[in-house]
């Protein structure tokens, strides 16, 4: 064995012997004799090693310099731009390339991206030397140098659209056809150069999954304009990282249409009864019942909103607290729904509840069924009525979000808690033997209920939850019920 190939065997990179045996004659020429082919080859060893990373899921932002494999997934435009002090303008050409580990961007400048357009073809698999930055949509890598690898299999399918299964981190360039679940309101921002910045998100599946879409400044009215339950296409979206969940991005140079098209949408919901406290899940039922839209005030002194809704499946039932926009969806007794990255709480009496925030994702599969509602209470059961929530088929620069609303901020709703609250016609009078049936909008002292009609204050030390339904019973005494019994 040479001392070439023996330093070429402990050597942990993709790259050929020939390969290795090239870089070592040509760096062994570059030091003009002073270093031999052991010493040559220990040198390219080191510096293969240095640069060589597993995966393009490596690759990150301040590295001096990387090599890696990788398949020809899209290719670019060549566009031009003014050089300064220069008459020559320069050139680039974007180049996403993929392999098992995720995708990057590669951009290619000059003559490189003259011989991209002239060479390179989509499936191709190329070895890139390059530079990686931070870059529009994320990780980008400007190419040095690049030789095709035919001899290597990248294990990545080249398509015109992608899947939400197939998205991945870094990719962009993306097409994407799925059906609208949830859609937001647009929100402003001030932007670190004083211009105002818009966004919004709405939420697509399709038959592999779901997935948060975020529309920034000239596309962000779109989701105003899409109704839930219409098919659409992502044109030139990116993929991002939020918080360990992949987003898709569309800004300027994307767009979002209507598409004529069916898309299955299959939710994977988790059963009730195998819920847990602090989980962020999928869940999917019968709505059973519905309370009347609350208002309250935050301690910042904003306005926010909750509705509290039961939600059944087959094996059990949960009080979901719907927040924020999520409030004004129209959703009644008798509707089938999927509600998606709702957190599970700990609720009143130790019962579990289920929190809708601007996370998550509310769709209603089959709007209201009157009938459905009672044959599920005829039965007991929902799975006659849950037998619909098999599929759902249809012909979100600077983030800005609105915060998850919590219980505590509902606590200090402003609740008129006086007797005047109450309509003249129906005021209990001193004294008066009552039983009230309402709504928790007020657990503090005293706690209010709001049975839809009126409210009523009452005084007692049981503990109860905002947004329990309860029952107290006791006398009036100066417009307030103090409670004997609260049930």
Same mark, same amino acid.
């Given at each position: 064995?040479?001392? *070439?190939?023996?330093?070429?065997?402990?050597? %942990?990179?993709?790259?050929?012997?020939?390969?290795?045996?090239?870089?070592?004659?040509?760096?062994?020429?570059?030091?003009?004799?002073?270093?031999?082919?052991? #010493?040559?080859?220990?040198?390219?060893?080191?510096?293969?090693? /240095?640069?060589?990373?597993?995966?393009?899921?490596?690759?990150?932002?301040?590295?001096?310099?990387?090599?890696?494999?990788?398949?020809? #997934?899209?290719?670019?435009?060549?566009?031009?731009?003014?050089?300064?002090?220069?008459?020559?303008?320069?050139?680039?050409?974007?180049?996403?390339?993929?392999?098992? #580990?995720?995708?990057?961007?590669?951009?290619?400048?000059?003559?490189?991206?003259?011989?991209?357009?002239?060479?390179?073809?989509?499936?191709?698999?190329?070895?890139?030397?390059?530079?990686?930055?931070?870059?529009?949509?994320?990780?980008?890598?400007?190419?040095?140098?690049?030789?095709?690898?035919?001899?290597?299999?990248?294990?990545?399918?080249?398509?015109?659209?992608?899947?939400?299964?197939?998205?991945?981190? &870094?990719?962009?360039?993306?097409?994407?056809?799925?059906?609208?679940?949830?859609?937001?309101?647009?929100?402003?921002?001030?932007?670190?150069?004083?211009?105002?910045?818009?966004?919004?998100?709405?939420?697509?599946?399709? +038959?592999?999954?779901?997935?948060?879409?975020?529309? $920034?400044?000239?596309?962000?009215?779109?989701?105003?304009?899409?109704?839930?339950?219409?098919?659409?296409?992502?044109?030139?979206?990116?993929?991002?990282?939020?918080?360990?969940?992949?987003?898709?991005?569309?800004?300027?140079?994307?767009?979002?249409?209507?598409?004529?098209?069916?898309?299955?949408?299959?939710?994977?919901?988790?059963? *009730?009864?195998?819920?847990? *406290?602090?989980?962020?899940?999928? *869940?999917?039922?019968?709505?059973? +019942?519905?309370?009347?839209?609350?208002?309250?005030?935050?301690?910042?002194?904003?306005?926010?909103?909750?509705?509290?809704?039961?939600?059944?499946?087959?094996?059990?039932?949960?009080?979901?607290?719907?927040?924020?926009?999520?409030?004004?969806?129209?959703?009644?007794?008798?509707?089938?729904?999927?509600?998606?990255?709702?957190?599970?709480?700990?609720?009143?009496?130790?019962?579990?509840?289920?929190?809708?925030? $601007?996370?998550?994702?509310?769709?209603?599969? /089959?709007?209201?069924?009157?009938?459905?509602?009672?044959?599920?209470?005829?039965?007991?059961?929902?799975?006659?009525?849950?037998?619909?929530?098999?599929?759902?088929?249809?012909?979100?620069?600077?983030?800005?979000?609105?915060?998850?609303?919590?219980? +505590?901020?509902?606590? #200090?709703?402003?609740?008129?808690?006086?007797?005047?609250?109450?309509?003249?016609?129906?005021?209990?009078?001193?004294?008066? %033997?009552?039983?009230?049936?309402?709504?928790?909008?007020?657990?503090?002292?005293?706690?209010?209920?709001?049975?839809?009609?009126?409210?009523?204050?009452?005084?007692?030390?049981?503990?109860? &939850?905002?947004?329990?339904?309860?029952?107290?019973?006791?006398?009036?005494?100066?417009?307030?019920? %103090?409670?004997?019994?609260?049930?």
């Amino acid at each position: 064995m040479s001392d *070439i190939e023996g330093v070429y065997e402990d050597l %942990e990179a993709d790259v050929s012997l020939e390969k290795f045996r090239e870089a070592v004659e040509a760096k062994v020429e570059q030091m003009g004799g002073l270093a031999d082919e052991e #010493t040559a080859a220990m040198l390219v060893a080191h510096e293969i090693g /240095e640069s060589e990373v597993g995966g393009i899921a490596d690759i990150e932002p301040g590295m001096e310099d990387v090599k890696f494999v990788a398949k020809v #997934t899209s290719i670019g435009e060549v566009r031009t731009f003014e050089r300064d002090s220069e008459d020559e303008d320069g050139r680039v050409v974007n180049v996403e390339v993929a392999d098992e #580990t995720g995708s990057v961007r590669a951009a290619f400048w000059d003559q490189h991206a003259e011989a991209a357009i002239e060479e390179l073809e989509e499936g191709q698999v190329l070895r890139v030397k390059g530079r990686p930055k931070e870059g529009f949509s994320g990780v980008e890598v400007s190419v040095d140098d690049v030789q095709p690898d035919p001899d290597t299999e990248v294990d990545v399918q080249v398509a015109d659209t992608h899947t939400v299964e197939a998205l991945s981190l &870094g990719l962009s360039n993306v097409n994407l056809v799925g059906l609208v679940l949830d859609t937001d309101s647009v929100r402003t921002f001030d932007r670190d150069d004083g211009s105002e910045g818009k966004v919004s998100n709405l939420v697509l599946g399709d +038959s592999t999954g779901r997935v948060r879409v975020t529309l $920034w400044d000239e596309q962000a009215d779109t989701a105003t304009a899409i109704d839930p339950g219409t098919t659409v296409e992502v044109i030139d979206g990116y993929v991002k990282d939020r918080d360990g969940t992949l987003e898709l991005h569309v800004g300027n140079r994307g767009a979002v249409e209507e598409v004529d098209e069916e898309v299955e949408y299959i939710p994977e919901s988790t059963p *009730i009864e195998d819920l847990e *406290i602090d989980q962020m899940v999928d *869940i999917a039922g019968v709505v059973r +019942s519905a309370d009347p839209k609350r208002t309250f005030d935050r301690d910042d002194g904003s306005e926010g909103q909750v509705r509290n809704i039961r939600v059944q499946d087959a094996t059990g039932d949960i009080r979901v607290a719907m927040w924020g926009e999520k409030a004004d969806i129209d959703i009644g007794p008798g509707d089938e729904v999927a509600l998606g990255d709702v957190e599970i709480q700990d609720g009143w009496q130790d019962d579990l509840e289920a929190s809708a925030g $601007w996370q998550s994702t509310v769709t209603v599969l /089959e709007s209201d069924s009157a009938a459905a509602g009672d044959a599920a209470d005829e039965s007991g059961d929902s799975s006659d009525a849950n037998a619909g929530l098999s599929a759902f088929a249809g012909g979100d620069g600077d983030d800005s979000d609105d915060s998850t609303e919590t219980d +505590s901020d509902a606590e #200090t709703a402003a609740t008129d808690t006086s007797s005047d609250a109450a309509t003249e016609s129906d005021d209990p009078t001193d004294g008066e %033997e009552l039983e009230f049936t309402g709504v928790v909008v007020q657990a503090g002292d005293p706690v209010v209920l709001d049975d839809g009609e009126s409210t009523m204050s009452v005084s007692t030390d049981v503990d109860v &939850g905002l947004g329990e339904e309860v029952t107290a019973r006791g006398v009036v005494r100066d417009g307030r019920l %103090e409670a004997n019994d609260v049930f």
